[in-house]
């Protein structure tokens, strides 16, 4: 079956950095996204791998290696706004995405 | 970044009555169209995907005669919830990707709250 397995919820102080895992096994793979979700609103997206290694995007970055079936997420300088459900999510060969639990971040002061 | 717009963003319906919920691309064609359907503190689960002029391929488990997709344009999708029940309360979301001209991503609308009482 297809799986994807993020930690549940992660804390992290403001001005800090976090990362968020995410394995996944999948049938056939198209690309891992990661969307940012604040409690009542739609997922926003945030990143797209489909090669290995890093994409960076300001504060946020995301790894992959599919060899491994693993990427993160690396959110730098946290600030209270980034508190939020962070959601892995693969694209697999039917182009339809799995997707994870979520990891719901508490940023502290 | 493209535009899918929902609508409603939030609606309450008495029990036995249906509700349609419209999703609309504003800016490119949406060759293909998601229907989740998210309950709290749970991922999005997948109820359907439909191809424009196509009918909808439904997951298992979801009951294609209570939710039904109409995806009759390119910019147009509809999820009607039939004879809503209180257990239907849950947030609905679409999302919209052009399938044909090779995007990836795919774009979300903004959600529906649906209530039931």
């Known amino acids: 079956g297809q799986n994807i397995d993020q930690p549940t919820e992660m804390t992290a102080t403001e001005g800090a950095i976090v990362q968020i895992n995410c394995t996944y096994q999948t049938s056939g793979f198209n690309g891992l996204f990661w969307y940012q979700q604040h409690a009542g609103e739609a997922p926003t997206f945030l990143s797209y791998?489909?090669l290995d290694g890093l994409e960076e995007k300001g504060r946020f970055s995301s790894f992959l290696s599919r060899s491994k079936g693993y990427s993160y997420l690396l959110l730098k300088e946290l600030q209270m706004k980034d508190s939020a459900s962070y959601l892995c999510?693969?694209?697999?060969?039917?182009?339809?995405?799995?997707w994870g639990a979520g990891t719901k971040l508490i940023i502290k002061p | 970044g493209a535009v899918v717009s929902q609508h409603p963003s939030r609606v309450i319906c008495k029990s036995g009555t249906s509700v349609k919920i419209e999703c609309r691309s504003l800016?490119?064609?949406?060759?293909?169209m998601f229907w989740y359907r998210q309950f709290p503190k749970k991922s999005l689960m997948l109820m359907a995907t439909s191809n424009e002029g196509s009918k909808a391929t439904y997951e298992q488990g979801v009951e294609k005669d209570k939710f039904l997709i109409n995806h009759a344009s390119l910019t147009l999708s509809t999820l009607t919830v039939t004879s809503a029940h209180p257990e239907d309360s849950s947030f609905y979301i679409c999302?919209?990707?052009?399938?044909?001209?090779?995007?990836?991503?795919?774009?979300f609308g903004q959600g529906t709250r649906l209530t039931v009482v």
């Open positions: 800016d490119f064609q949406a060759t293909t």
């Open positions: 791998n489909v």
């Open positions: 999302s919209a990707r052009d399938s044909l001209g090779g995007q990836t991503e795919a774009f």
């Open positions: 999510a693969v694209m697999d060969s039917n182009y339809q995405l799995i």
